[in-house]
């Protein structure tokens, strides 16, 4: 599958507009369409859409970079980058069992920018704007606006946290998107962070690379190569927002020592096809990004429409488990509603379990057995010795 050339279909879209200011990320954002008026100036809206503007207008954020706009199909409405940015009359009601606060994420925020939900890591909300808003949204609550206020005082306060919890060897940078911080803020968090010592490894969540790659800077991957080990997590959802852009930036991050996960969210109607995962992973592979998750849609409020059924993640790990790369198959995880944190769903491939054997179905559904040791004592005698020498 060839890429989309790079920086061509835009060019219908913004005659006037000059390469330079097109991959400038701060022209993308002066630029960013925030209004069905404007939306209507570039895309013929469908009436679902027109209502869906309108009707979410003030519940959630709109907001869509030129980039991204300029990868929408304006024929069909069922364009997956097209249904991830624009909202659907759909997304104006609220269904049962949705939720504000999906993944009770607010029950363990011991200070507003930190949320401490397992033993050794945290999410750090490092502030509340994205450059385009996806319509899936878990984390729409604090990315409407107005519900904190993720000032300085507040991260200095979030690091402090982090600094008194000496069992935090993880940090989850996310928000919002971080990326859309200057590199000066950007240091400003990560350089009190490095410094902390029971601080192993950092992780940024961030849809850049998806939706603005210009931001993806030498200067930002430079930047991110010094605090190693960094690990950016993105959010490709479908093959097709694999551009040549797009790649650029995450072989920049990776040529500079930053490797990139993806965790794709499943999207019914969007990506909701095994063979659409597949490529996309594949595609992923290419740029050298590795999938990590694929995820269960969260409940949160609007999404109804976009929710999938939880057989169909697994008939997808089924179509992929053995079939191609180990690589290439993502976890699939449903976070579970109300905060009981990740869990993860695979095909079942144990047939039967007998004393000394178990049945197995293998991908293409023959029988195979696996028969158990006799001795079953797994502990291993040097790792005291190990242990004490490391002391
Ligand atoms: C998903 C998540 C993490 C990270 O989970 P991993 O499985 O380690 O990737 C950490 N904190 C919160 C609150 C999360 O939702």
Redesign the pocket.
């Known amino acids: 599958m060839p890429p989309a050339a790079a920086g061509e279909s835009w060019r219908a879209l913004y005659p006037d507009v000059a390469a330079d200011q097109w991959n400038d990320w701060r022209w993308q954002m002066r630029h960013a369409v925030r209004s069905l008026a404007e939306l209507e100036r570039y895309v013929p809206l469908t009436e679902a859409e027109r209502l869906g503007c309108r009707d979410t207008a003030a519940l959630f954020r709109l907001g869509i970079s030129p980039y991204y706009l300029s990868l929408m199909d304006r024929q069909h409405p069922f364009c997956p980058v097209r249904m991830q940015a624009i909202p659907v009359h759909a997304e104006a009601r609220v269904r049962p069992g949705e939720l504000e606060d999906p993944?009770g994420?607010d029950k363990?925020r011991p200070v507003s920018a930190i949320?401490?939900?397992?033993p050794d890591?945290?999410?750090l909300l490092a502030l509340d704007s994205c450059s385009t808003y996806c319509r899936h949204c878990t984390r729409r609550r604090i990315t409407k606006g107005g519900e904190t206020e993720l000032s300085r005082a507040e991260l200095e306060k979030g690091i402090g946290y982090i600094r008194a919890h000496p069992e935090v060897r993880?940090v989850?940078i996310s928000g919002g998107d971080p990326f859309l911080l200057t590199e000066a803020r950007l240091e400003e968090l990560l350089q009190p962070l490095r410094a902390i010592p029971h601080v192993e490894m950092v992780?940024i969540g961030t849809r850049v690379p998806v939706c603005l790659p210009m931001r993806v800077t030498e200067a930002l991957a430079r930047l991110l190569r010094k605090y190693a080990p960094l690990f950016v997590v993105t959010h490709f959802n479908h093959p097709k927002e694999l551009t040549a852009e797009a790649r650029g930036a995450c072989e920049l991050l990776v040529d500079h020592g930053v490797p990139v996960e993806n965790q794709a969210v499943l999207l019914r109607r969007v990506n909701s096809e095994a063979r659409i995962i597949k490529e996309l992973s594949h595609a992923l592979l290419r740029a050298r990004v590795r999938p990590?998750?694929l995820h269960q849609m969260d409940v949160a409020e609007g999404c109804e429409h976009l929710r999938t059924p939880l057989a169909t993640g697994v008939q997808i790990l089924e179509a992929l488990r053995g079939h191609t790369s180990g690589l290439a198959v993502p976890h699939l995880?449903v976070?579970l509603p109300g905060g009981g944190?990740?869990v993860t769903l695979q095909p079942e491939y144990v047939v039967e379990r007998r004393g000394q054997e178990t049945v197995f179905r293998n991908f293409r559904g023959e029988t195979y057995r696996y028969p158990e040791p006799e001795e079953t004592d797994t502990s291993c005698p040097y790792d005291e010795v190990w242990r004490r020498r490391n002391a």
């Open positions: 993944l994420e363990t949320v401490h939900r397992y890591r945290v999410l993880d989850l992780r990590y998750y995880a976070d944190g990740k």
